[in-house]
């Protein structure tokens, strides 16, 4: 797959604590639990920690973006993430 391959260059480059790798390592698990929940509709525990999930990204990739415009867009590009919204 892609992105194990991507996985495996940012884990050789980045620390554990880098926003880079948090949000890689949130972007895996929102992957796994939206496959998860197309087989199970009504689990609505697993919901609940998706969108927990990606509140937590979405405030990451906002601080990236005012920190390091470069490295989020790199990072959006990479993980095919759509870009956030601006007010």
Not at 37 to 54: A, C, P, T, V
Not at 69 to 84: A, C, D, G, P, T
């Amino acid at each position: 797959m892609v992105k194990n391959s991507f996985i495996s260059v940012i884990s050789q480059e980045e620390n554990p604590g880098s926003v880079q790798f948090q949000i890689l390592c949130f972007t895996n698990k929102i992957r796994k639990l939206t496959s998860h929940l197309e087989s199970h509709k009504k689990d609505y525990l697993s919901q609940r920690g998706l969108r927990k999930i990606l509140g937590k990204r979405q405030r990451l990739l906002a601080y990236l973006s005012k920190k390091n415009r470069v490295r989020y867009k790199e990072l959006i590009s990479q993980l095919n993430i759509r870009e956030r919204k601006t007010r």
